[in-house]
């Protein structure tokens, strides 16, 4: 049995009892998380955010250039009006440069990614700070619009505060 198949059976589970099937598209708390895909960080669960209330952005290391393009969608066409940016601590986006991932890419799949960025950081907290800098310089995002950054301990599961812009 693959991953998948255990996936499949677990969703029979899920959608037998399954009764939100009415809610509106656009998230009801009108915010957009963006956070690392780290499997160990689970943003819903760690912020309180139940099914239907937020858009949830998920990519290695939480970095926000690589959001920009569905912060975007999410809020001209679907209504968000706040941005939090969740990195955490222990993050894998600390143990490699682009140069080595690059010699590892080209080794493994003999394929040339030098000059390609694959946006790693050696502080987790000016991460934060870098990302919601990003973000809060792109003409693509209002100025009005509140943006929050914070980082999860894996550890303990608590969130702290970084920084608002």
Known sequence: MT???EFLQANETF????????????????????????ARLHPEKALGIDIGDAHVIRN??????DAIRSLVISQRLLGTQEIVVLHHTDCGM??????QLAAKVRDDLGVDVAGRDFLPFS???????????????????????????AIYDVRTGKVHEVVRA
């Open 15 to 38: 959608a037998a009892s399954f009764t939100r099937g009415d809610l509106p598209m656009p998230p009801a708390r009108k915010v957009a998380v963006v956070a690392c895909m780290d």
């Open 94 to 99: 600390l143990t490699f440069t682009n140069e």
């Open 123 to 149: 502080d987790v907290e000016q991460s934060v700070r870098d990302d919601v800098a990003i973000l809060r310089a792109s003409p693509l995002i209002p100025d009005d619009i509140p943006i929050s950054g």
């Open 60 to 65: 290695a290391g939480g970095r926000a250039e």
């Open 3 to 5: 991953r998948f198949d």
